[in-house]
């Protein structure tokens, strides 16, 4: 199993830009989310889904789209990127929601210009 | 909504010391759960804690949970340079699916 797949690991973007983060899970989980990590501010939870046709809004979900149209992946969409949208996002998915154990992806590192 | 807040926000101890981290939450949480994370890494799950006054201990690592269940801590005996990372609760509340992370608490170990 590769476990959470995250891609790019690393992208920049000019401020407008619109791109995709995309995340793939292949262990049949059916829940998943999306976390920002900022420092001093520990790790932000942007949108979560409890299965695939569900997603509502975590904390910081602003400037932020995400859809669930499979089991697998939770792509997450930003539509005009800011300078305050510059960091590490991460994925996460467990088999069912907390208290489940959370396998978090290797990240991608975002800075916007 | 839910806050969690972690102190310290940094804390450095040489080898061989003991390390505590606080838990805070503004609500009363069902569970909680501890991570770690390496520099560069991801977060990596540690423990569950589910009831009132819980502690469980992994080697030289000991969980509590508070007995309002709004608070816990983490402890480690005689900290080794293979601790250094930072370390995060995240808890969850009543009749919700969110999982709220803290600010964490970087440990850093000089030899």
């Known amino acids: 199993n590769a476990g959470v797949t995250q891609t790019p690991k690393f992208q920049v973007l000019k401020t407008g830009q619109s791109m995709t983060l995309q995340c793939a899970q292949d262990?049949?989980?059916?829940?998943m989310s999306w976390y920002r990590q900022d420092p001093g501010m520990g790790l932000r939870l942007i949108h979560y889904?409890?299965?695939?046709?569900?997603?509502d809004q975590g904390e910081v979900p602003n400037g932020y789209n995400v859809s669930r149209s499979t089991t697998e992946d939770f792509p997450l969409r930003l539509l005009s990127a800011a300078p305050s949208q510059t960091s590490v996002y991460f994925c996460?998915?467990?088999?069912?929601?907390?208290?489940?154990?959370?396998?978090f992806g290797p990240g991608t590192r975002l800075l916007v210009l | 909504g839910q806050q969690v807040m972690q102190i310290p926000q940094y804390q450095h101890v040489q080898e061989g010391e003991d390390f505590t981290t606080y838990c805070n939450s503004s609500?009363?949480?069902?569970?909680i759960q501890w991570y770690k994370q390496r520099p560069g890494g991801h977060p990596v799950f540690l423990i569950q804690?589910?009831?009132?006054?819980e502690v469980k201990k992994q080697k030289r690592l000991t969980f509590q949970f508070g007995e309002a269940k709004k608070n816990s801590s983490l402890h480690i005996t005689a900290t080794q340079t293979t601790d250094v990372g930072t370390y995060f609760c995240?808890?969850?509340?009543?009749?919700?699916?969110?999982?709220?992370f803290g600010t964490g608490t970087r440990l850093q170990v000089f030899p």
């Open positions: 996460a998915s467990s088999y069912a929601g907390p208290p489940e154990t959370q396998y």
């Open positions: 609500t009363t949480l069902s569970n």
């Open positions: 889904s409890v299965g695939a046709g569900i997603t």
């Open positions: 262990m049949n989980h059916e829940y």
């Open positions: 804690l589910v009831k009132s006054g």
């Open positions: 995240a808890g969850t509340g009543y009749n919700t699916d969110k999982l709220i």
